[in-house]
Protein backbone atom coordinates (compact mmCIF):
# COMPACT_ATOMS: atom_id res chain seq x y z
CA UNK A 1 0.00 0.00 0.00
CA UNK A 2 1.04 3.60 -1.03
CA UNK A 3 2.94 5.31 2.69
CA UNK A 4 1.86 8.99 1.90
CA UNK A 5 3.17 9.75 5.47
CA UNK A 6 6.91 8.91 2.91
CA UNK A 7 6.18 11.78 1.06
CA UNK A 8 5.84 15.36 1.03
CA UNK A 9 5.61 18.73 -1.82
CA UNK A 10 8.63 18.97 -3.62
CA UNK A 11 10.09 22.66 -2.35
CA UNK A 12 10.61 22.86 -6.44
CA UNK A 13 7.25 23.20 -7.33
CA UNK A 14 5.72 26.87 -6.98
CA UNK A 15 2.30 27.17 -6.25
CA UNK A 16 -0.79 28.96 -5.03
CA UNK A 17 -3.98 28.66 -3.78
CA UNK A 18 -6.23 31.32 -5.59
CA UNK A 19 -10.10 30.45 -4.64
CA UNK A 20 -9.84 27.39 -3.58
CA UNK A 21 -7.95 25.99 -6.22
CA UNK A 22 -4.00 25.19 -6.43
CA UNK A 23 -2.19 26.72 -9.11
CA UNK A 24 1.38 24.20 -8.97
CA UNK A 25 4.43 25.27 -11.64
CA UNK A 26 6.87 22.41 -11.58
CA UNK A 27 10.59 23.21 -11.69
CA UNK A 28 12.33 22.72 -15.53
CA UNK A 29 9.66 21.79 -17.52
CA UNK A 30 7.76 25.07 -16.30
CA UNK A 31 4.55 22.67 -16.51
CA UNK A 32 1.46 24.07 -14.96
CA UNK A 33 -1.34 22.29 -12.65
CA UNK A 34 -4.61 23.69 -11.86
CA UNK A 35 -6.04 21.29 -9.06
CA UNK A 36 -9.63 21.00 -8.34
CA UNK A 37 -11.11 21.94 -5.02
CA UNK A 38 -10.78 18.44 -3.35
CA UNK A 39 -7.04 18.22 -4.73
CA UNK A 40 -6.03 21.44 -3.69
CA UNK A 41 -7.32 20.36 -0.12
CA UNK A 42 -5.05 17.48 -0.62
CA UNK A 43 -2.23 19.09 -1.79
CA UNK A 44 -2.31 21.44 0.80
CA UNK A 45 -2.18 18.86 3.26
CA UNK A 46 -0.07 16.68 2.33
CA UNK A 47 1.94 14.68 4.42
CA UNK A 48 -1.09 14.45 7.15
CA UNK A 49 -2.51 11.39 7.98
CA UNK A 50 -4.52 9.90 5.62
CA UNK A 51 -7.66 8.74 7.72
CA UNK A 52 -8.25 12.32 9.04
CA UNK A 53 -8.22 13.48 5.41
CA UNK A 54 -10.56 11.10 4.24
CA UNK A 55 -12.69 11.72 7.04
CA UNK A 56 -12.62 15.43 6.14
CA UNK A 57 -13.18 14.80 2.52
CA UNK A 58 -15.90 12.70 3.13
CA UNK A 59 -17.69 15.35 5.79
CA UNK A 60 -17.06 18.15 3.30
CA UNK A 61 -17.93 16.98 -0.05
CA UNK A 62 -20.51 14.14 0.23
CA UNK A 63 -18.64 10.92 -0.26
CA UNK A 64 -17.74 7.99 1.65
CA UNK A 65 -14.93 7.60 3.77
CA UNK A 66 -13.39 4.73 1.93
CA UNK A 67 -14.01 5.98 -1.02
CA UNK A 68 -12.29 9.27 -0.41
CA UNK A 69 -9.68 7.76 0.95
CA UNK A 70 -8.97 5.05 -2.32
CA UNK A 71 -9.10 8.61 -4.20
CA UNK A 72 -6.62 10.36 -2.19
CA UNK A 73 -4.01 7.53 -2.79
CA UNK A 74 -4.67 7.73 -6.04
CA UNK A 75 -3.78 11.43 -6.45
CA UNK A 76 -0.70 11.36 -3.92
CA UNK A 77 0.42 8.36 -6.37
CA UNK A 78 -0.20 10.65 -9.51
CA UNK A 79 1.46 13.78 -7.87
CA UNK A 80 4.61 11.60 -6.84
CA UNK A 81 5.10 10.21 -10.53
CA UNK A 82 4.71 14.04 -11.67
CA UNK A 83 7.39 15.12 -8.81
CA UNK A 84 5.02 17.50 -7.21
CA UNK A 85 5.62 14.96 -4.58
CA UNK A 86 8.95 13.81 -3.23
CA UNK A 87 9.76 11.01 -0.89
CA UNK A 88 10.62 11.73 3.01
CA UNK A 89 14.34 10.79 3.69
CA UNK A 90 14.08 7.74 6.48
CA UNK A 91 14.75 8.71 9.82
CA UNK B 1 28.25 16.05 -32.54
CA UNK B 2 26.87 17.04 -29.15
CA UNK B 3 25.76 20.32 -26.88
CA UNK B 4 28.69 22.86 -26.27
CA UNK B 5 28.01 25.02 -22.29
CA UNK B 6 30.58 27.14 -21.94
CA UNK B 7 32.84 26.00 -19.22
CA UNK B 8 32.54 27.52 -15.32
CA UNK B 9 33.31 30.83 -15.13
CA UNK B 10 34.71 31.19 -18.67
CA UNK B 11 32.85 35.11 -18.83
CA UNK B 12 34.69 36.19 -16.01
CA UNK B 13 37.55 37.52 -17.94
CA UNK B 14 37.75 41.35 -19.42
CA UNK B 15 35.23 41.58 -22.14
CA UNK B 16 36.52 41.87 -25.88
CA UNK B 17 33.74 43.98 -27.86
CA UNK B 18 32.79 43.14 -31.91
CA UNK B 19 32.65 46.92 -32.35
CA UNK B 20 32.08 50.38 -30.73
CA UNK B 21 28.43 50.80 -31.90
CA UNK B 22 25.69 50.94 -29.24
CA UNK B 23 21.78 51.20 -29.39
CA UNK B 24 19.72 51.72 -26.35
CA UNK B 25 16.06 49.94 -26.66
CA UNK B 26 12.84 51.42 -24.36
CA UNK B 27 10.42 48.24 -23.94
CA UNK B 28 7.85 49.72 -21.79
CA UNK B 29 9.99 52.44 -19.71
CA UNK B 30 12.78 49.81 -18.87
CA UNK B 31 15.85 50.39 -21.18
CA UNK B 32 18.60 47.75 -22.05
CA UNK B 33 21.39 49.27 -24.24
CA UNK B 34 23.34 46.77 -26.61
CA UNK B 35 27.52 48.13 -27.22
CA UNK B 36 30.47 46.69 -28.61
CA UNK B 37 27.83 46.40 -31.99
CA UNK B 38 29.66 45.67 -35.13
CA UNK B 39 29.92 47.78 -38.13
CA UNK B 40 28.05 45.10 -40.24
CA UNK B 41 25.37 45.03 -37.14
CA UNK B 42 24.41 48.15 -36.55
CA UNK B 43 22.41 49.81 -39.52
CA UNK B 44 19.97 46.73 -38.93
CA UNK B 45 19.36 47.21 -35.12
CA UNK B 46 18.73 50.76 -36.11
CA UNK B 47 16.16 49.93 -38.42
CA UNK B 48 14.50 46.86 -36.45
CA UNK B 49 14.26 48.44 -33.17
CA UNK B 50 13.77 52.22 -34.89
CA UNK B 51 10.46 52.74 -32.62
CA UNK B 52 11.91 52.05 -29.34
CA UNK B 53 15.38 53.47 -29.73
CA UNK B 54 15.61 55.98 -26.61
CA UNK B 55 18.39 58.01 -25.23
CA UNK B 56 17.17 57.63 -21.51
CA UNK B 57 19.79 56.03 -19.37
CA UNK B 58 19.60 52.50 -19.17
CA UNK B 59 18.86 50.01 -16.75
CA UNK B 60 20.81 47.03 -18.18
CA UNK B 61 23.62 46.64 -20.87
CA UNK B 62 24.97 44.03 -22.73
CA UNK B 63 28.35 44.00 -24.48
CA UNK B 64 28.32 41.78 -27.76
CA UNK B 65 31.71 39.78 -28.31
CA UNK B 66 32.56 36.56 -30.81
CA UNK B 67 31.79 33.54 -29.37
CA UNK B 68 32.54 29.63 -30.06
CA UNK B 69 31.05 28.71 -33.86
CA UNK B 70 28.83 26.64 -32.18
CA UNK B 71 26.89 25.55 -28.79
CA UNK B 72 23.57 24.07 -28.99
CA UNK B 73 22.78 21.44 -31.75
CA UNK B 74 19.73 22.48 -34.14
CA UNK B 75 18.52 20.95 -36.82
CA UNK B 76 17.40 22.97 -39.49
CA UNK B 77 13.75 23.70 -39.37
CA UNK B 78 13.77 22.23 -35.82
CA UNK B 79 12.29 24.84 -32.53
CA UNK B 80 14.21 27.09 -30.81
CA UNK B 81 16.60 26.17 -27.98
CA UNK B 82 17.62 27.57 -25.17
CA UNK B 83 19.10 26.39 -21.90
CA UNK B 84 19.47 28.13 -18.95
CA UNK B 85 21.95 27.69 -15.96
CA UNK B 86 23.57 29.02 -13.43
CA UNK B 87 27.55 30.17 -13.35
CA UNK B 88 28.83 31.56 -9.60
CA UNK B 89 25.02 32.49 -8.77
CA UNK B 90 24.67 34.78 -12.79
CA UNK B 91 22.32 33.19 -14.95
CA UNK B 92 23.72 31.56 -18.49
CA UNK B 93 21.69 31.30 -21.22
CA UNK B 94 22.95 29.05 -24.20
CA UNK B 95 21.10 28.32 -27.73
CA UNK B 96 22.42 27.11 -31.02
CA UNK B 97 23.96 30.35 -31.61
CA UNK B 98 25.16 32.27 -28.84
CA UNK B 99 25.86 32.09 -25.20
CA UNK B 100 24.51 35.40 -22.84
CA UNK B 101 25.85 36.10 -18.65
CA UNK B 102 23.74 38.41 -17.21
CA UNK B 103 25.23 40.03 -13.84
CA UNK B 104 23.90 42.16 -12.19
CA UNK B 105 22.87 45.47 -14.53
CA UNK B 106 25.52 43.98 -16.79
CA UNK B 107 25.42 41.36 -19.16
CA UNK B 108 27.90 39.71 -21.97
CA UNK B 109 26.32 37.68 -25.40
CA UNK B 110 28.95 35.78 -27.54
CA UNK B 111 27.66 35.52 -30.48
CA UNK B 112 28.47 32.30 -33.18
CA UNK B 113 28.14 34.16 -36.44
CA UNK B 114 29.39 37.76 -35.54
CA UNK B 115 29.86 38.41 -39.52
CA UNK B 116 25.73 37.33 -40.18
CA UNK B 117 23.62 40.07 -39.47
CA UNK B 118 20.32 38.09 -39.36
CA UNK B 119 21.53 35.34 -37.14
CA UNK B 120 23.10 38.13 -34.85
CA UNK B 121 20.39 39.95 -34.61
CA UNK B 122 18.31 36.60 -33.73
CA UNK B 123 20.18 36.13 -30.96
CA UNK B 124 19.96 39.77 -29.57
CA UNK B 125 16.05 39.30 -29.96
CA UNK B 126 16.56 36.18 -27.36
CA UNK B 127 19.22 37.97 -25.62
CA UNK B 128 16.52 40.84 -24.77
CA UNK B 129 13.41 38.61 -24.11
CA UNK B 130 15.54 36.68 -21.69
CA UNK B 131 16.40 40.09 -19.78
CA UNK B 132 13.40 41.43 -20.09
CA UNK B 133 11.41 38.33 -18.31
CA UNK B 134 13.43 39.31 -15.17
CA UNK B 135 14.09 42.97 -15.53
CA UNK B 136 10.45 43.15 -16.19
CA UNK B 137 9.75 41.29 -12.72
CA UNK B 138 11.95 43.73 -10.92
CA UNK B 139 8.82 46.27 -11.82
CA UNK B 140 6.43 44.59 -11.25
CA UNK B 141 5.35 43.50 -14.35
CA UNK B 142 6.06 40.22 -16.36
CA UNK B 143 5.80 39.40 -20.13
CA UNK B 144 3.28 37.38 -21.69
CA UNK B 145 3.20 35.63 -25.14
CA UNK B 146 -0.13 37.05 -26.40
CA UNK B 147 -0.91 39.99 -29.07
CA UNK B 148 -2.13 43.02 -27.52
CA UNK B 149 -3.93 45.59 -29.59
CA UNK B 150 -5.16 49.20 -28.12
CA UNK B 151 -8.06 51.67 -28.80
CA UNK B 152 -9.04 54.79 -27.28
CA UNK B 153 -6.44 54.62 -24.49
CA UNK B 154 -7.29 50.76 -23.43
CA UNK B 155 -5.44 47.94 -24.40
CA UNK B 156 -7.00 44.28 -25.08
CA UNK B 157 -4.70 41.15 -24.59
CA UNK B 158 -5.44 37.89 -26.18
CA UNK B 159 -3.45 34.47 -25.22
CA UNK B 160 -3.72 31.18 -25.93
CA UNK B 161 -1.31 28.25 -27.04
CA UNK B 162 0.36 28.52 -30.72
CA UNK B 163 -2.09 28.57 -32.90
CA UNK B 164 -4.91 29.58 -31.06
CA UNK B 165 -5.25 32.57 -33.21
CA UNK B 166 -3.04 35.81 -31.71
CA UNK B 167 -2.16 36.56 -35.19
CA UNK B 168 -5.17 36.52 -36.64
CA UNK B 169 -7.17 38.76 -33.86
CA UNK B 170 -4.38 41.25 -34.58
CA UNK B 171 -5.03 41.13 -39.03
CA UNK B 172 -8.71 41.03 -38.26
CA UNK B 173 -8.46 44.46 -36.14
CA UNK B 174 -7.59 47.34 -38.54
CA UNK B 175 -8.33 50.57 -36.30
CA UNK B 176 -6.39 49.17 -33.37
CA UNK B 177 -2.83 50.12 -32.67
CA UNK B 178 -1.22 46.84 -32.21
CA UNK B 179 1.03 45.96 -29.17
CA UNK B 180 2.37 42.80 -30.61
CA UNK B 181 1.25 39.57 -32.49
CA UNK B 182 3.86 37.57 -30.13
CA UNK B 183 4.96 38.97 -26.63
CA UNK B 184 3.43 41.98 -24.88
CA UNK B 185 4.63 43.47 -21.28
CA UNK B 186 2.39 43.61 -18.74
CA UNK B 187 3.28 46.06 -15.44
CA UNK B 188 1.68 46.99 -12.55
CA UNK B 189 0.87 50.76 -12.16
CA UNK B 190 -0.29 52.97 -9.50
CA UNK B 191 -3.60 53.73 -11.27
CA UNK B 192 -3.78 49.11 -12.08
CA UNK B 193 -2.44 46.91 -14.76
CA UNK B 194 -0.71 48.96 -17.71
CA UNK B 195 0.20 47.05 -21.21
CA UNK B 196 3.67 47.90 -23.13
CA UNK B 197 4.28 47.48 -26.60
CA UNK B 198 7.36 45.42 -27.27
CA UNK B 199 9.43 45.26 -29.82
CA UNK B 200 9.93 41.71 -30.19
CA UNK B 201 9.16 40.46 -34.13
CA UNK B 202 6.28 38.48 -34.82
CA UNK B 203 4.29 38.24 -37.98
CA UNK B 204 3.11 41.80 -37.89
CA UNK B 205 5.39 44.18 -39.42
CA UNK B 206 7.80 45.99 -36.55
CA UNK B 207 7.64 49.75 -38.65
CA UNK B 208 3.54 49.34 -37.90
CA UNK B 209 4.27 49.46 -34.07
CA UNK B 210 4.61 52.85 -31.55
CA UNK B 211 6.16 52.75 -28.31
CA UNK B 212 3.53 52.91 -25.92
CA UNK B 213 1.90 51.81 -22.38
CA UNK B 214 -2.03 51.55 -22.20
CA UNK B 215 -4.40 50.69 -19.33
CA UNK B 216 -4.92 47.18 -19.65
CA UNK B 217 -8.72 46.51 -19.95
CA UNK B 218 -9.05 42.55 -20.26
CA UNK B 219 -7.43 39.57 -20.74
CA UNK B 220 -8.98 37.17 -23.04
CA UNK B 221 -7.80 33.17 -23.44
CA UNK B 222 -8.53 32.57 -27.22
CA UNK B 223 -10.65 29.45 -28.26
CA UNK B 224 -11.36 29.14 -32.15
CA UNK B 225 -15.31 28.20 -32.31
CA UNK B 226 -18.16 27.96 -34.66
CA UNK B 227 -19.44 31.19 -32.99
CA UNK B 228 -18.29 34.24 -31.27
CA UNK B 229 -18.91 34.29 -27.15
CA UNK B 230 -17.22 35.05 -24.05
CA UNK B 231 -17.40 33.55 -20.82
CA UNK B 232 -15.45 34.71 -17.56
CA UNK B 233 -12.92 31.98 -16.25
CA UNK B 234 -12.25 30.82 -12.98
CA UNK B 235 -9.40 32.77 -11.07
CA UNK B 236 -7.47 29.72 -10.23
CA UNK B 237 -7.61 28.48 -14.01
CA UNK B 238 -6.91 31.88 -15.25
CA UNK B 239 -3.80 32.15 -13.48
CA UNK B 240 -3.07 28.47 -14.46
CA UNK B 241 -3.55 29.34 -18.26
CA UNK B 242 -2.02 33.14 -18.12
CA UNK B 243 1.13 31.07 -16.62
CA UNK B 244 1.62 28.80 -19.01
CA UNK B 245 2.57 31.77 -21.62
CA UNK B 246 4.95 33.29 -19.83
CA UNK B 247 8.39 32.54 -21.15
CA UNK B 248 11.08 31.54 -19.40
CA UNK B 249 8.71 30.39 -16.30
CA UNK B 250 10.32 27.22 -15.58
CA UNK B 251 13.70 28.42 -14.30
CA UNK B 252 15.39 29.35 -11.62
CA UNK B 253 12.73 29.01 -8.81
CA UNK B 254 12.91 32.77 -7.70
CA UNK B 255 11.94 33.87 -10.89
CA UNK B 256 8.53 31.90 -10.55
CA UNK B 257 7.97 32.70 -7.23
CA UNK B 258 7.55 36.13 -7.95
CA UNK B 259 6.09 35.38 -11.22
CA UNK B 260 3.25 33.59 -9.56
CA UNK B 261 1.46 36.41 -7.58
CA UNK B 262 1.69 38.80 -10.24
CA UNK B 263 -0.40 37.17 -12.88
CA UNK B 264 -2.41 36.63 -9.84
CA UNK B 265 -2.93 40.12 -9.68
CA UNK B 266 -2.91 41.20 -13.42
CA UNK B 267 -5.76 37.96 -13.88
CA UNK B 268 -8.09 39.03 -10.41
CA UNK B 269 -7.68 42.74 -11.73
CA UNK B 270 -8.17 43.00 -14.95
CA UNK B 271 -10.17 39.97 -15.32
CA UNK B 272 -9.74 36.86 -17.68
CA UNK B 273 -12.54 35.64 -20.01
CA UNK B 274 -12.20 33.19 -22.51
CA UNK B 275 -12.81 34.38 -25.94
CA UNK B 276 -14.51 31.43 -28.81
CA UNK B 277 -14.37 33.64 -31.98
CA UNK B 278 -14.13 32.10 -35.61
CA UNK B 279 -11.77 33.85 -36.75
CA UNK B 280 -13.69 36.86 -37.78
CA UNK B 281 -13.96 40.44 -36.97
CA UNK B 282 -17.13 40.26 -35.20
CA UNK B 283 -15.97 39.48 -32.17
CA UNK B 284 -14.92 43.05 -31.12
CA UNK B 285 -18.81 43.59 -30.80
CA UNK B 286 -19.03 40.81 -27.99
CA UNK B 287 -15.86 42.08 -26.12
CA UNK B 288 -17.38 45.76 -26.51
CA UNK B 289 -20.49 44.74 -24.78
Redesign the interface.
Known amino acids: MFELKKFRRNP?V???L??????L??????E???LNEVG?YLWEHAGEPLGELARNISRDFDVSEDEARRDAETFYEDLAKSGALQPVPEQ | MSDYFPEPGSFNGKPAPLGIGQITIDVGGIAINVAGIQPILLEPLQERYAPFVTNAPPNHRVMLEAGSPRYLDHAAGALLRLEERQDGGAPILVSHNFAARRKGKLGLLRLSAPADAEDSLMAIENYLRWSLADLALDRSGFIFHAAGLARNGRAYVFFGPSGAGKSTVVSLSPGYRVLSDDLVLLVRGERGWRAATTPFKGTFPQGAKDRGTYSLRGLYRLVQAPANAVAPVPLGLAVGMAMACCPFVSDPAKRRDKLLPLVESCCREAGVRELRFRREAGFWDIIAR
Open positions: DSWRIEGQAVVHNREGIEVS
